[in-house]
């Protein structure tokens, strides 16, 4: 706290993604960590919270710091509405001259539901913030060009790719908690909204302000010159898949060109259980994702509308609509700055269900 305060005084806006209610919580409810289940995960987090939030306001209050708690789930990432109101709450915050002290909800969250890490949280609240640095602190100096407990391990000072050392980051040993890779999926998502990522030790004094002035080694992740506009770095930046589909390659082309949006006669196939409204990623004939966008459409009314291309809308559905599955304007095409989630793995053929030649009738 006494860094950020020092921070505050040079003008900064701070904003701090903390976990460790879980871990406070877990001896209150007699677990131990190896073997605690869902619900004791669940109950340690609620147990933890106070104690976690208690500690933070005791120090603070000692550098004249006020301090609120967000706390949040995927859904206020990937709902725009519930963004939105994050994102408002957020700036209100930092507008009082409050430090938002920001933690997934582990009391309620679920696998099928979650961030999943603190290095994600962080760069989807710094994309949500407008942040210009984005600081994590791990326990190395930064990116090596291999493991860093390998003789002859060199500290990566600045990078402006992070897709060339994916393969040095896949794996989780030596190179602290959930592993470098998160960390480079964190810097690229706020790379791609013009935020620098920097990944520093945390055992250091003052850790933050020594590492966002470069007074101690460190590797800083370049922002992209040309960032990414709000809408799409929120349509890109998914962290949770709620369907796909697969166009023509006529179609997909258009799309990387910004030309048209998805109509349902460029649709081969489907893949997933997914609403109106929910974004979909977007992939031509040979498996590449070329797009994601928002959906006008759920999975099923899409089926249908592909399906029976000859008929109109309302027919098919009961209503009035463009038969346009994703429009241009909440389209976003992807290009070569936006790296995969998943860990790197040799390419394979991408497999969807394809439609059966006979019509729904």
Known sequence: MEDFALLREQGYDVILCSSGAVALGMKMIGVEPDTAGLRDKQAAAACGMPLLLNAYKQIGHEYDLNIAQILVTLGDFEVHSRFLNTKNTLHRLLKAGVVPII?????ITTEEIRVGDNDRLAAKVAQMALAEHLIILTSVDGLYDRDPSEPGARLVEELHDVSEYLSVADGVSAL??????????AANMAQNSGCNTIIANGEAESPISSALYGERPRTICIAHSE???SWSTWLSERLHVAGSI????????AVANDECGIKREDVISIEGNYKKG?????????????????TDFSSQETEILVRNCDMPVKQL???HSKAVLVELNNLTSLDDRHIPWDPPEPAKEQTFEPFPDESLG
């Not at 933690?103 to 009391?107: A, I, K, L, Y």
């Not at 602290?176 to 999926?185: D, I, N, P, R, V």
């Not at 697969?246 to 082309?253: L, M, T």
């Not at 992939?283 to 928002?294: H, I, K, S, T």
């Open 103 to 107: 933690n997934e909800n582990d009391t």
């Open 317 to 319: 559905l009961g209503y």
């Open 278 to 294: 929910d974004v979909i990623h977007i992939y031509d004939e040979n498996g590449l994702e070329r797009a994601r966008g928002m």
């Open 227 to 229: 960032p990414l506009t």
């Open 176 to 185: 602290g908690s959930g592993g470098m890779l998160t960390k480079l999926q």
């Open 246 to 253: 697969v166009v023509s390659s006529a179609a997909a082309e």
